[in-house]
T-cell receptor, first 113, second 113 residues
Framework: GQQLNQSPQSMFIQEGEDVSMNCTSS?????WLWYKQDPGEGPVLLIA???AGELTSNGRLTAQFGITRKDSFLNISASIPSDVGIYFC?????????????WGAGTKLIIKP | DTEVTQTPKHLVMGMTNKKSLKCEQH?????MYWYKQKAKKPPELMFV???????INESVPSRFSPECPNSSLLNLHLHALQPEDSALYLC????????????FGSGTRLTVV
């Protein structure tokens, strides 16, 4: 089936560092979404992107819809302990008549003590 | 009210039991979803209800039976489950199907023994 390649799989960072993660595919997407999931909770939508080239911020988070429509990145600036969790990208493929979301495998963010 | 409420939070059931998971939202959303999530994996879509009608069934085994009694409620009836069905079951809702600002519930952690 269709795949999103999300990287890195996990990140160990110091508090205060900037973080970057991305998702890529060989297919073209209409929509890119970034979610964060805390342990024992459901995913929470962070940023939604609907147009190629779109750059959107939500506080310390910034995400971009790649110009080729095949990728997206999420940046977190000045990380804090509550940023710990698993970040998922998800996208809706062009031409998918069921309008379903394809999910990346997740990036686990861990802050070094 | 901007929440999706799922009950119970945890459930342990035997392979011969019948149980139900419940989901409720009062945001006026007309699309509701059941997802299954295994540890360290992204959510997998099981069912989509749009305007209280089943729109998508992702080839889910018949031991899982969804029900949408009204626009605010979504149930998942479970019968004769297998240990490999143990997972986090997430309910989500959105304004309409094809609008991706899903709101997820906290999930039901299901263990089949």
């Amino acid at each position: 089936g269709q795949q999103l390649n999300q990287s890195p799989q996990s990140m160990f960072i110091q508090e205060g560092e900037d973080v970057s993660m991305n998702c890529t595919s060989s297919s073209i997407f209409n929509t890119w979404l970034w979610y964060k999931q805390d342990p024992g909770e459901g995913p929470v939508l962070l940023i939604a992107l609907y147009k190629a080239g779109e750059l959107t911020s939500n506080g310390r988070l910034t995400a971009q819809f790649g110009i080729t429509r095949k990728d997206s990145f999420l940046n977190i600036s000045a990380s804090i302990p509550s940023d710990v969790g698993i970040y998922f990208c998800a996208g809706q493929l062009v031409g998918d008549s069921n309008y379903q979301l394809i999910w990346g495998a997740g990036t686990k963010l861990i802050i070094k003590p | 009210d901007t929440e999706v409420t799922q009950t119970p939070k945890h459930l342990v059931m035997g392979m011969t039991n019948k149980k139900s998971l419940k989901c409720e939202q009062h945001m006026g959303h007309r699309a509701m979803y059941w997802y299954k999530q295994k540890a360290k994996k992204p959510p997998e879509l099981m069912f989509v209800y749009s305007y209280e009608k089943l729109s998508i069934n992702e080839s889910v085994p018949s031991r899982f039976s969804p029900e949408c009694p009204n626009s605010s409620l979504l149930n998942l009836h479970l019968h004769a489950l297998q240990p490999e069905d143990s997972a986090l079951y997430l309910c989500a809702s959105s304004q309409e199907y094809r609008i991706y600002g899903y709101t997820f519930g906290s999930g039901t952690r299901l263990t089949v023994v």
